[in-house]
């Protein structure tokens, strides 16, 4: 029973988010493979999957997009959990009071969550790097708005993301965790 953790990440937040699952379902004993999705020859093999992506402009990127689409027979069949890496920051509402964590999920969630049944989708705190970015990224980084929006730091709350980890443990039938 081997779990695959999948990712797609720019800058390694999210990578980082999935390691720390892989190392949390594989400390509770569970079989896992922690890769980007782009490096899966075949999601068949496992038994269940962890998928996380960053997300941009309000979706998940497209590599984590077209692995699930493409993969949602397999997926469908087997107990999937679905997460994503944004917003940044440490506001927890916007400026129209809107619960900055909710307002971040992704387009797509639902309708990927849907279309696989995902076990649960979750959307956890990132992190930005501005040194870090590339391309059209680096170029909305230098636009007047954008110190607003493009907080600075690593506000991965890695608790919850243990917390979580651990729940998916449970239901993949690790034996609870014993703190200490
Ligand atoms: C250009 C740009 C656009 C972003 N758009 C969003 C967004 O729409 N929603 C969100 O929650 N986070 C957004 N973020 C924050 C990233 O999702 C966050 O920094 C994430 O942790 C980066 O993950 P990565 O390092 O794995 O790519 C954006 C960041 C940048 C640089």
């Given at each position: 029973m081997?779990?695959?953790?999948?990712y797609?990440?720019?800058?390694?937040?999210?990578?980082?988010?999935?390691?720390?699952?892989?190392?949390?379902?594989?400390?509770?004993?569970?079989?896992?493979?922690?890769?980007?999705?782009?490096?899966?020859?075949?999601?068949?093999?496992?038994?269940?999957?962890?998928?996380?992506?960053?997300?941009?402009?309000?979706s998940?990127?497209?590599?984590?997009?077209?692995?699930?689409?493409?993969?949602?027979?397999?997926?469908?069949?087997?107990?999937?959990?679905?997460?994503?890496?944004?917003p940044?920051?440490?506001?927890?509402?916007?400026?129209?009071?809107?619960?900055?964590?909710?307002?971040?999920?992704?387009?797509?969630?639902?309708?990927?969550?849907?279309?696989?049944?995902?076990?649960?989708?979750?959307?956890f705190?990132?992190?930005?790097?501005?040194?870090?970015?590339?391309?059209?990224?680096?170029?909305?980084?230098?636009?007047?708005?954008?110190?607003?929006?493009?907080?600075?730091?690593?506000?991965?709350?890695?608790?919850?993301?243990?917390?979580?980890?651990?729940?998916?443990?449970?239901?993949?039938?690790?034996?609870?965790?014993?703190?200490?």
């Open positions: 081997t779990t695959l953790v999948a797609a990440s720019r800058y390694g937040a999210s990578q980082g988010i999935a390691e720390r699952i892989g190392a949390r379902l594989a400390d509770a004993g569970l079989p896992v493979d922690v890769r980007s999705v782009s490096d899966v020859a075949d999601p068949a093999v496992y038994d269940a999957f962890v998928i996380g992506s960053a997300a941009y402009m309000g998940w990127m497209k590599d984590a997009r077209d692995f699930t689409r493409a993969h949602r027979a397999v997926l469908s069949t087997r107990p999937v959990w679905l997460f994503s890496s944004g940044i920051g440490t506001a927890t509402t916007d400026s129209r009071g809107r619960d900055v964590v909710a307002a971040a999920a992704p387009k797509e969630f639902g309708e990927l969550a849907t279309a696989i049944g995902a076990r649960d989708q979750r959307v705190f990132g992190a930005l790097d501005r040194s870090k970015l590339r391309g059209a990224h680096r170029v909305m980084a230098t636009l007047p708005a954008a110190g607003k929006l493009f907080i600075e730091g690593d506000f991965r709350d890695w608790e919850a993301i243990d917390a979580w980890a651990d729940g998916i443990a449970r239901e993949l039938g690790a034996p609870a965790r014993s703190e200490g």
